[in-house]
């Protein structure tokens, strides 16, 4: 995209290379927000389309419009950043502002400048991969790194130095230290690791990963096993309870677990667990909303249970006394609920007065059925 040089651009520059500047960032394990303006009210500079990229330091590329809306995206998209979730935010002149947090996903800011215009900027953050580090060569380990894979994760299989001439995609213990610790330190914020060599080299590799990234460690291990590894690495590596309190053990939840297979569901599920618990909002007490009225057996049911077969495509009930629905074009049906065109042939049918009437979902032959009347009448 050319610049227009009739547009304000200051400190920003426009983006015509943008997915190739977001592999690089991808590449690099950078944090970053992308802002599109969706909508817009002259007079403003913006136009619908108009991108820019704001980094986790606050730098700015591309251009969301002039000097004033420049700020309000640009803060706003760092709480985005900080969330972790996508926000659309409204710029309006006089608009009363919405409280500022982390976790909304729509903001209205007012606009102080002297333009009376008004635009609306979505805003997606984009956050590397979580890299996940599983230690060991037992059947757990090995369970864990393959349903992480499939979760989407980053999986570094790390091995004792003389294990891996057999694994040749694995990552040697001894080279674990430098290899974190040669990581953007955005990449090294969201490491997750996980100890399972049972007993084999834990003490090693939790020295390397409490040196070497600032996220607790897993342990899979008895509280009394893991209370032997924190005794010997207060001993031998120098760790205060600071270090050693990262330490968690036993990893994953309380499942009842018993297969690798199953206690990797379950140290899996943890991860996600305390991941979502550092990413929610803040909670708020709920305001006492008054009792849903209870039906009495007078009242009729939204949906009668006698007709929920029909619902799920059981034989179709068959209704008299109610007029055609208009003609449909060959191969098609028109819903009488609706009005969507349907192709036949219907998998979800209804027949009234020797006529098939064809629906686009079981929601709209269940309003159908439950008063055909209101569907047929012209």
């Known amino acids: 995209m050319t610049p227009d040089p009739q547009r304000p651009t200051g400190d920003t520059e426009f983006i015509p290379d943008l997915p ?15 802002a599109t303006v969706v909508s817009r009210r002259a007079p403003v500079s913006a136009q619908v389309g108009d991108k820019a990229l704001i980094h986790a330091d606050g730098r700015m590329e591309g251009f969301v419009g002039g000097a004033c809306s420049r700020e309000i995206v640009r803060r706003q998209a760092l ?41 609306e900027v979505f805003l997606e953050p984009l956050l590397p991969p ?3 580090v599983v ?9 864990i790194a393959a349903h992480a894979a499939l979760m989407g994760d980053r999986v570094w299989r790390v091995l004792d130095d003389d294990e891996v001439p057999g694994e040749p995609d694995a990552v040697p213990l001894g080279t674990l230290t430098a290899r974190l610790s040669a990581l953007p330190a955005a990449q090294r914020a969201r490491v997750r690791s996980v100890v399972a060599s049972q007993g084999h080299y834990d003490e090693t590799a939790i020295e390397a990963l409490l040196r070497a990234q600032p996220n607790p460690v897993g342990l899979l291990a008895s509280p009394k096993r893991a209370a032997n590894v924190r005794e010997t690495l207060a ?48 909670t708020a007490v ?40 208009a003609p449909a074009e060959a191969g098609s049906a028109v819903d ?7 192709t036949l042939p219907a998998r979800h049918t209804a027949e009234l007065d020797g006529q098939t009437y064809a629906f686009c979902c079981p929601h709209c032959k269940a309003r159908f059925l439950k008063d055909p009347a209101r569907y047929l009448t012209t």
Not at 80 to 102: F, K, N, S, T, Y
Not at 266 to 276: G, I, K, N, P, T
């Open 20 to 34: 190739e500047r977001l592999a690089q960032l991808a590449r690099e394990g950078a944090s970053a927000v992308v």
């Open 79 to 119: 709480l985005a950043l900080q969330g972790g979730q996508a926000r659309l935010v409204r710029i309006v002149p006089g608009a009363a502002p919405d409280a500022e947090h982390a976790f909304a996903e729509r903001v209205t800011v007012p606009m102080n400048c002297a333009s009376e215009g008004e635009s």
């Open 130 to 132: 979580r890299l996940l």
């Open 135 to 143: 230690v060991g060569r037992t059947p757990v380990a090995r369970a």
């Open 235 to 282: 001993m031998l590596s120098g760790f205060g309870d600071a270090d050693l309190g990262r330490i968690r053990a036993p990893v994953g939840l309380n499942v009842g677990a018993r297969t690798p297979h199953e206690v990797a569901l379950s140290v899996l599920a943890e991860l996600v667990q305390l991941d979502r618990q550092a990413s929610a909002p803040p």
């Open 286 to 325: 709920p305001e006492q909303l008054p009792a849903a009225p209870v039906p009495t057996p007078s009242e009729p049911s939204p949906v009668p249970s006698t007709l929920l077969a029909q619902v799920m495509d059981l034989p179709a009930l068959t209704v008299l006394n109610a007029e055609p629905a």
């Open 336 to 342: 009488p609920v609706c009005g969507m065109t349907v």
